[in-house]
Every structure is written in structure tokens, then in C-alpha cells.
């Protein structure tokens, strides 16, 4: 955000503090796709995972998952940055198929609706893979996301193509449509680090406009 200036009545030019929003801090819960999808992306992945935490303004929750074959909370909302970094840097392949959409509603019923006056985000890095969620249909998925829009969550995601559209980019293109959020793809994962410092600071500004 630009500082502001200001001409006083006898010329001197001070410097005002950037407006800061006033609202209760993020809770973003970042999924990260660790299915056979990803695998060769990985050491990018936890390139750009450890970019953007330090991108995001460190008053900010995050909670660190893993999508692959099933979910897995590897570290509870939290702001203790090193810890995120520390486990993100440790992250493997699962192989075989994600499950995105159990791991949104999952993460959604867990953390998401009990973030208190937080405003939850969703930041979510899948390959585009095959899918294999389990606890969650199709038409229950869109009963969903109708209703995490409601809400005002926001979500964020960056798909890994390595070849045609897949389901896990469906759903993650679909669901940022539905939250007004902002997406990218990428053929692999060379651009992440930098795309995640963006995709950091975009969100930062979006936290300040609220």
C-alpha cells in the first residue's frame, strides 16, 4: 500500500501511515496437492510454500495440509512462521490420486467455520491429476460451495498442468469463481515461488480493502 502525503499551511510535507484495516487478521488454510500429480513439482512447491509465508503479513493464521490420497493436517492455524516453513520443507509425494474436495470440506468443517471474526481463505496448489474423494458428492460439493460464498470466504489457487483439464483444476477453477478469488496455471511448478509471492500480496491487498 502507497503512504500519502500532505502540504501543511506553512509547507512542510508530512508523511502520513498507510491505512491498515481494521479487521480481525486471516486464517488461510493452505492446501498443497501431494498425489503422484505433483511429485517432480515438489522441491518448487516447497519453494513457494516457504515464498509465501514470507510474503503474508505475519498477523495472519495459517494451517499447512496435504491433499494427497487423503487429508492431512500437518500443522493447525498457527503464525509461528518457522513452524509452517519447517514442515512444508519436509513435504513428499503420497502418489496416486488427490482428494480435493473431501480436504475443502473437511478443512472448511474443522477450522474454517471456527475461525471467530478471521476472514477464512482458502490457497489451494494441486496438479491436475486424477480425484478421488470419497465423503463428498458432486451435488453436495456444490451445495458447498454456494455456501462458503455466502460466507465471504475467498479462495485462491494455482493448478500444475500436465495435460488436459482435470477434475482437481474443475473444482479449484470453479470454486474461484464462485468466492471472486484469483487463479492460476502453470505446465510446471518453475514459476510457483514467484507466483505465490504475488498471489501473497494480492491477498494482503484484498485483506486491506475489507
Same mark, same amino acid.
Given at each position: @500500500?502507497?503512504?500519502?502525503?500532505? @502540504?501543511?499551511?506553512?509547507?512542510?510535507?508530512?508523511?502520513?501511515?498507510?491505512?491498515?484495516?481494521?479487521?480481525?487478521? @486471516?486464517?488461510?488454510?493452505?492446501?498443497?496437492?501431494?498425489?503422484?500429480?505433483?511429485?517432480?513439482?515438489?522441491?518448487?512447491?516447497?519453494? /513457494?510454500?516457504?515464498?509465501?509465508?514470507?510474503?503474508?503479513?505475519?498477523?495472519?493464521?495459517?494451517?499447512?495440509?496435504?491433499?494427497?490420497?487423503?487429508?492431512?493436517?500437518?500443522?493447525?492455524?498457527?503464525?509461528?512462521?518457522?513452524?509452517?516453513?519447517?514442515?512444508?520443507?519436509?513435504?513428499?509425494?503420497?502418489? /496416486?490420486?488427490?482428494?480435493?474436495?473431501?480436504?475443502?470440506?473437511?478443512?472448511?468443517?474443522?477450522?474454517?467455520?471456527?475461525? /471467530?471474526?478471521?476472514?477464512?481463505?482458502?490457497?489451494?496448489?494441486?496438479?491436475?491429476?486424477?480425484?478421488?474423494?470419497?465423503?463428498?458428492?458432486?451435488?453436495?460439493?456444490?451445495?458447498?460451495?454456494?455456501?462458503?460464498?455466502?460466507?465471504?470466504?475467498?479462495?485462491?489457487?494455482?493448478?500444475?498442468?500436465?495435460?488436459?483439464? /482435470?477434475?482437481?483444476?474443475?473444482?479449484?477453477?470453479?470454486?474461484?469463481?464462485?468466492?471472486?478469488?484469483?487463479?492460476?496455471? @502453470?505446465?510446471?511448478?518453475?514459476?510457483?515461488?514467484?507466483?505465490?509471492?504475488?498471489?501473497?500480496?494480492?491477498?494482503?491487498?484484498?485483506?486491506?480493502?475489507?
Amino acid at each position: @500500500m502507497k503512504a500519502t502525503f500532505r @502540504m501543511t499551511a506553512v509547507g512542510v510535507i508530512l508523511m502520513l501511515a498507510p491505512a491498515i484495516s481494521a479487521a480481525p487478521p @486471516m486464517r488461510v488454510a493452505l492446501l498443497i496437492d501431494t498425489s503422484a500429480a505433483t511429485t517432480s513439482a515438489l522441491p518448487q512447491i516447497r519453494a /513457494g510454500v516457504s515464498a509465501f509465508l514470507d510474503a503474508l503479513p505475519p498477523e495472519h493464521e495459517v494451517l499447512l495440509v496435504t491433499t494427497g490420497r487423503h487429508t492431512q493436517v500437518r500443522v493447525p492455524p498457527t503464525t509461528d512462521r518457522a513452524k509452517l516453513k519447517a514442515s512444508a520443507s519436509g513435504l513428499l509425494s503420497d502418489s /496416486g490420486p488427490t482428494a480435493l474436495m473431501d480436504a475443502l470440506t473437511e478443512i472448511d468443517e474443522r477450522f474454517m467455520r471456527k475461525a /471467530g471474526q478471521r476472514w477464512p481463505v482458502f490457497v489451494i496448489i494441486t496438479g491436475d491429476g486424477s480425484e478421488n474423494s470419497k465423503d463428498v458428492d458432486e451435488p453436495a460439493f456444490n451445495r458447498w460451495m454456494t455456501e462458503v460464498a455466502r460466507r465471504g470466504v475467498s479462495v485462491i489457487a494455482i493448478v500444475l498442468k500436465a495435460s488436459g483439464t /482435470g477434475l482437481p483444476e474443475f473444482i479449484a477453477s470453479t470454486l474461484v469463481k464462485a468466492t471472486h478469488g484469483h487463479f492460476a496455471t @502453470m505446465g510446471n511448478g518453475a514459476g510457483i515461488a514467484e507466483s505465490m509471492t504475488q498471489l501473497a500480496g494480492q491477498l494482503a491487498a484484498d485483506f486491506n480493502k475489507r
